[in-house]
C-alpha cells in the first residue's frame, strides 16, 4: 500500500527520483500515464495489468470509454535505475506541467506525481472544502 508525501527534482534528462519507500513495490517496473485533475499516475505493473484488464473490457462503441482508454494506455512502462529514478517522457511532464520541483504521494494502489505547484492549488482547494468532502462522503457511508 503505498501512503504519504514526497517532494523531489526532476533533473535536467527528464529523471525522477522514486521515493526510498516505494522502491521495492516498483521494482519489477512502473507504468506511467496520464492522470486526472493534471497529475500523473504512476501504477506498479501487476496493479497497471489488472487495471489494463478492466480497461479494455470498456465498451468501443461509448465515445468516452475510447477516449479514456486512449489517456491510459499513452503512458509508458519503465522500470528504475539502479539510483531508483524513472524517466518521464516529455508528453507526460507537459500533461502534469511539470519542470522542477514535484511532489509523489500514496495512494493505496498508485502513486500520484504532481507539480510542486499545483499540488499545492490541489491542497489548498481540498482543506477550503473539507467539510462540504467529509459530509458527501458520509452520505456514502464512509
Not at 527528464?14 to 486526472?36: E, H, N, S, Y
Not at 484488464?53 to 489517456?71: G, T, W
Not at 502534469?96 to 490541489?122: F, H, M, Q, T, Y
Request: charged share 30%.
Amino acid at each position: 500500500m503505498f501512503s504519504g508525501e514526497f517532494e523531489h527534482t526532476i533533473d535536467e534528462k527528464g529523471r525522477l527520483t522514486i521515493p526510498a519507500k516505494f522502491r521495492a513495490d516498483l521494482a519489477d517496473g512502473v507504468f506511467i500515464t496520464r492522470g486526472l485533475d493534471g497529475c500523473l499516475f504512476a501504477y506498479p505493473i501487476g496493479e497497471w495489468k489488472a487495471l489494463a484488464k478492466k480497461l479494455v473490457e470498456l465498451p468501443l462503441a461509448q465515445i468516452n470509454a475510447r477516449y479514456f482508454n486512449r489517456m491510459m494506455f499513452s503512458g509508458t512502462e519503465c522500470k528504475p535505475d539502479k539510483q531508483g529514478r524513472i524517466l518521464l517522457p516529455a508528453p507526460l511532464r507537459e500533461h502534469a506541467a511539470i519542470e522542477g520541483d514535484v511532489v509523489i504521494i500514496g495512494l493505496n494502489s498508485r502513486l500520484e506525481i504532481w507539480s510542486k505547484e499545483r499540488w499545492r492549488e490541489v491542497t489548498a482547494k481540498i482543506e477550503k472544502e473539507s467539510a462540504a468532502f467529509a459530509e458527501q462522503l458520509s452520505e456514502l457511508g464512509i
